[in-house]
């Protein structure tokens, strides 16, 4: 016993470790949880107008234990934008040791939607026109994420044309700033046709000089 205190009066007698408590002070470091990251689909009705979502998560236990139900509940932002990352933080890996835990990202992917393409925060719907309504123009509805739009048609409108409908497409998550609406000009012609209706167009292409493969 009396080496014992004889060492500790020398620093520990060479061990390195001071006053020779054998590790006792040395606490073990915190180790933080690691960060997940998965993808979550949402509509475009919510990337306009927001909506609140409920997940429920296998997490891991920090202890190799069995995994634990979690469920968090978090809200999608309007004007969220595809690639975009929500972040929900202390929901990933768990930490060890009083580390704190990771966190989970979700990054968005925008749905596929039947009547739009999305390009930012821009929209493009195909608009299909009559032949007599793209050369005599004409007033049509346009279907928009915020209901029903009614568009000019300027006279002699050629396929493919691009009308923009502003502030129809996404919110930019700027203030009050959105996207725009692109309708883009499909020319159709009638599936069927009455035997007046044929007398008629055999008038007009005897009546026409118009070529649409001449250069």
Sequence with gaps: GGRARQRRGMGGGGSGRPGGGFGRGRGVAPVAGRDIEADILVTLREAVHGSERTLSLQVPSGSGGAAQTREVRFRIPSGVAEGQRIRLAGYGGPGVHGGRDGDLFLQVRLERHPDFRIQG??????LRLAPWEAVLGAVVPVRTLYGEVQLKIAPQTAAGTQLRVRGKGLPTGEGEAQGDLYAVVEIATPEQVTERQ????SELAADSNFNPRSE
Aim: no cysteine; aromatic share 30%; glycine share 0%.
């Design 198 to 201: 044929r007398q008629l167009w």
């Design 121 to 126: 925060h821009d929209l493009f719907y195909d």
